[in-house]
């Protein structure tokens, strides 16, 4: 079963595949359903396509807009060029779109987008007949008319979301947006107005309110609670779900890496006999979302897929930053800042691999030019490590850049073997060893949040 990822960005797509995405699905800048995405452009594209390919992993490219005429011209190139650079499929719902592959392009691989609301295995027989490889299932389905499909279609790849956001229109397909803003959701623009606040006034008391209200600042009646089906997953790989998909591509660094890795690792639980281990579970409780619900899993209850008091995120976590550096000769690593970091904060580094992951008390922080600071700026580079290495940077250490590095064999260094360094087998001094093969190149920073 393939962990499918999304990135909104080529630094975005470099780490869900270091944190364990099998495939990835990044937008282009005109056809894709998140118009405020990064997204790519044809350059970028094909540096996508190719970084994929050369660590193993597959690329699938959005083009589920509903098009209209002003884009038939520009699509038509745009597939010619994606079957150029030998994307690994192209997801559609757009019945004109997909005709356009077919018949342009016939090397690409087709997957059928949520947005085609897919409900049924007669529709998943329909597109099968029309040449799709795979159906990206509605997210209105339980699991057991999931079953029934996989049992009734057995030759055609299945999909299905399993974390993220969730639309309160069926599928995705909404009009409130370019009623409200002029921002058509079927083009990418969705400005979620099922987001704001609401208040029910009848037109000839503007300031008497219905009892409707849930609390003084409104009543959230359209705002969808955020899916979550890791504790399912072992049901959904034993009944032969061939792909798993997070929604997220407008998402951060931090959400990308973090979900990306809980899923692929409970994933591997599973393949060992093993359930999904806690930790994973924890740690998306991590990342900044709603209120989780299983949603359409095991049958509809709004109650359960809709939060009808409020709009706020659960953030107990901070993303802070992402390592850009972790040389050979530094007794830290090069963080580009996001947030604020103080030396009284508690940092947690997160690596693909969770048996890298460093956490660091009363961290020492240095700017680019290696001076001592209290606390960083936003959107500026620095160096971050624990008081136990600093040590490392003292000028009466510049022998640690010597060549030969003969001292080793004095007996005067006898103090190597003293208990007082036994710090020096500390995790957090890993990269000091010379294992023939790079220094760790993605990490996630993390603090505390403090509301």
């Not at 597939?79 to 090397?107: H, M, Q, R």
């Not at 007949?129 to 499909?149: D, H, V």
């Not at 990308?256 to 692929?264: E, G, L």
């Amino acid at each position: 079963m393939e962990i499918l990822s999304p990135a909104g960005s080529l630094e975005k797509i470099k780490y869900a595949v270091a944190y364990g995405a099998d495939a990835v699905y990044a937008g282009s800048q005109d056809f894709s359903l998140r118009s405020k995405a990064d997204n790519f452009d044809n350059e970028a594209i094909k540096e996508a396509v190719d970084f994929c390919h050369k660590n193993n992993v597959k690329l699938f490219i959005p083009l589920n807009i509903y098009a209209h005429n002003r884009h038939i011209e520009r699509i038509i190139e745009y597939i010619k060029y994606l079957e150029e650079i030998k994307v690994d499929a192209v997801i559609v719902s757009d019945l004109g779109i997909f005709d356009l592959v077919k018949n342009i392009s016939p090397s690409i691989p087709i997957h059928i987008s949520t947005q085609a609301n897919v409900t049924s295995y007669q529709s998943v027989k329909a597109y099968e007949r029309l040449g799709a490889k795979r159906i990206i299932l509605a997210r209105e389905l339980t699991f057991s008319e999931i079953k029934e499909i996989r049992q009734k279609c057995p030759d055609i790849e299945l999909e299905m979301f399993v974390h993220g956001a969730m639309c309160v229109s069926y599928s995705g397909r909404c009009l409130l947006s370019s009623y409200l803003n002029n921002k058509s959701a079927n083009l990418g623009e969705c400005t979620q107005p099922c987001r704001w606040r609401y208040n029910l006034v009848e037109e000839t008391r503007p300031n008497e309110y219905f009892p409707i209200e849930e609390d003084e600042h409104g009543f959230y009646f359209m705002n969808s609670k955020d899916l979550c089906l890791i504790e399912k997953l072992d049901e959904i790989y034993k009944n032969g779900i061939d792909s798993v998909k997070i929604e997220g591509r407008m998402k951060s660094l931090y959400y990308i890496s973090v979900v990306t890795r809980a899923y692929k690792q409970g994933l591997l639980n599973i393949k060992d006999n093993k359930p999904v281990d806690k930790i994973w579970i924890d740690e998306l409780e991590k990342v900044s979302h709603r209120i989780y619900t299983e949603a359409f899993y095991n049958g509809f209850d709004s109650s359960k897929t809709q939060n009808y008091e409020s709009v706020n995120y659960s953030r107990e976590w901070q993303f802070v930053g992402n390592i850009v550096e972790t040389p050979d000769n530094r007794a830290g690593y090069l963080v580009k800042s996001y947030h604020k970091i103080t030396r009284t904060d508690e940092i947690e580094i997160i690596f693909p691999n969770i048996n890298e992951d460093i956490i660091i008390k009363n961290p020492i922080l240095y700017d680019v030019n290696m001076n001592e600071i209290e606390f960083t700026k936003p959107n500026s580079f620095f160096y971050i490590c624990s008081r136990n290495l600093r040590f490392l940077r003292s000028r009466n250490l510049r022998f640690l850049r010597s060549r030969n590095l003969r001292f080793l064999r004095s007996r005067n260094l006898r103090f190597l073997r003293s208990r007082n360094l036994r710090f020096l087998r500390n995790k957090n001094l890993r990269f000091l060893k010379n294992n023939n093969k790079s220094i760790p190149d993605y990490g996630i920073v993390r603090i505390r949040f403090v509301q």
